[in-house]
Nanobody, 123 residues
Framework: QVHLVQSGGGLVRAGGSLTLLCAAS?????MAWFRQAPGMEREFVAA????????YYADSVKGRFTISRDNARNRLYLEMNSLKPEDTAVYYC???????????????????WGQGIQVTVSS
């Protein structure tokens, strides 16, 4: 069973940058980042397809965030630039371990989840 461990969150000022890391204990298929702000539902942030590393982004982060993966080390990254206070949330990495591809934007696509990590952007 694959486990996901996240690191890299923290407090940053608006306009700053952070990089999140998700380390998987084994190989996975497609992976993604989601986030959940207080009182809000969990929402899609970005995904990367396992077969060819095609990437997908939410409109709210497009051009500011970059998702990438290192398959040799079983790692997933989220580079976040030009951060805004509205990016404040708990961020979760997710993985599909069945190598099935349907809707990368849906939580249902993923069967493994990281523990979540807080990102706080101050104004």
């Amino acid at each position: 069973q694959v486990h996901l461990v996240q690191s890299g969150g923290g407090l940053v000022r608006a306009g700053g940058s952070l990089t999140l890391l998700c380390a998987a204990s084994g190989r996975t298929g497609s992976m993604a980042w989601f986030r959940q702000a207080p009182g809000m539902e969990r929402e899609f942030v970005a995904a990367i397809r396992w077969s060819d590393s095609t990437t997908y982004y939410a409109d709210s982060v497009k051009g500011r965030f970059t998702i990438s993966r290192d398959n040799a080390r079983n790692r997933l990254y989220l580079e976040m630039n030009s951060l805004k206070p509205e990016d404040t949330a708990v961020y979760y990495c997710a993985a599909n371990t069945y190598y099935t591809d349907s809707n990368y934007y849906s939580q249902l696509q993923y069967d493994r989840w990281g523990q979540g990590i807080q990102v706080t952007v101050s104004s």
